[in-house]
């Protein structure tokens, strides 16, 4: 049937995006179930928690020993000299692997070969020899000079005057060091796009100042962290100097055990920790100095410790609040 002229007709409205059916609205997404993360995620909460247990309960360990030896001054000593060794010998190994992987990286042939010669002789023979044959270094020459090949000598000096403990495993480790470093600091260099160099030199710039400024900080980002695990190992390298008559932290613990037999487990627990404070604090040096260098590198520099907690708590409190909603 028509309608009259003039009528107006009204239509059925249509179901819009914004007001969705009933049916719809009552529905949420709900996550994929994943059994498999959760069963492996229980299995090693209870193998940790027996550890944990069995670390705590088992009376081998004497613990109340362990705080006795923790901070006496014999252990303090050690650790003290420890640092000593492992900063000194990290500072000249750094400047030893600069000037071994420029001289790898050099035109001139005798330098390159030089710089390899090390480099390969050094990774190949073991620390401990490398120290002991220092330590018995006197034996093959008893004095030391300096002059022209062949010829006179301008001085000398007695080498076994010069060579204290100290020394021979400072100076043992820094050889050992440079060997790993330069190759960290050659493959950070390489690392550098080529790009880099060539707009150093269009804008006519001296070759120091190409490394100093622009080659070296980029290649940072590369040497830092392979760095840092050359140095965690020198830490651990320095137990090695208490066979060169130096006591350092693992020396000194040795000491103390053979003075109490009864004890060894505790002292031997004792320096397990002190070395994982230590390593745990370079660690997180070395995370603060990977954010600096990261800037310019990424979009965002990478969350601190700190704001991945406050982060953590904030979706915590947020998913708290939709499920109370609900």
């Known amino acids: 049937m028509s309608e009259p002229p003039g009528a107006t007709v009204t ?6 995006a914004a007001e969705p059916p009933e049916a719809l609205t009552a529905q949420r997404v709900l996550p994929l179930r994943r059994p498999g993360r959760w069963i492996a995620t229980a299995i090693v909460l209870v193998l940790v928690a027996q550890f944990v ?9 004497q613990w109340d020993r362990w705080g006795y030896w923790f901070l006496r001054p014999t252990i303090l000593d050690g650790l003290l000299i420890t640092l000593e060794v492992a900063a000194y010998s990290a500072v000249l190994g750094l400047i030893g692997g600069v000037l071994l992987a420029l001289a790898r990286l050099s035109k001139s042939p005798v330098l390159r070969a030089v710089s390899w010669t090390y480099v390969w002789a050094f990774r190949s023979i073991p620390l401990i020899v490398v120290l002991i044959f220092l330590y ?34 400072i ?4 050889l050992n060091e440079a060997a790993y470093a330069a190759e960290v600091v050659r493959g950070g260099i390489l690392s ?8 150093a030199a269009a804008l006519g710039l001296p070759k120091g100042y190409q490394f100093r400024r622009i080659v070296f900080p980029q290649a940072l980002r590369s040497i830092i962290p392979n760095y840092v695990n050359q140095l965690i190992g020198l830490i651990k390298g320095t137990s090695l100097v208490f066979y060169v008559s ?10 103390m055990g053979s003075t109490y037999p009864g004890d060894i487990v505790p002292l031997l627990l004792v320096v397990t920790v002190w070395y994982l404070i230590l390593t ?10 990977e954010r600096y260098y990261a800037r310019g590198a ?11 907690l406050r982060t953590g708590l904030s979706d915590l409190r947020a998913r708290i609040r939709r499920e109370a909603a609900i």
């Open 11 to 16: 239509l059925p409205e249509a179901p819009t």
């Open 53 to 61: 247990h069995g670390l705590v309960t088992n009376p081998f360990y």
């Open 136 to 169: 018995n270094f006197s034996a093959l020459y008893k004095t030391l000079s300096i002059g022209i090949p062949f010829g006179p000598a301008f001085f000398s000096f007695d080498e076994s005057r010069l060579a204290t403990d100290m020394v021979v495993a």
């Open 171 to 174: 100076v043992g480790l820094s």
């Open 192 to 199: 550098v796009d080529q790009g880099q160099h060539e707009a």
């Open 246 to 255: 130096l006591l350092d932290l693992f020396g000194s613990a040795q000491t």
């Open 280 to 289: 745990s604090v370079v660690s997180v040096i070395q995370f603060y100095v």
């Open 298 to 308: 990424t979009r965002s520099l990478p969350p601190t410790p700190l704001q991945k």
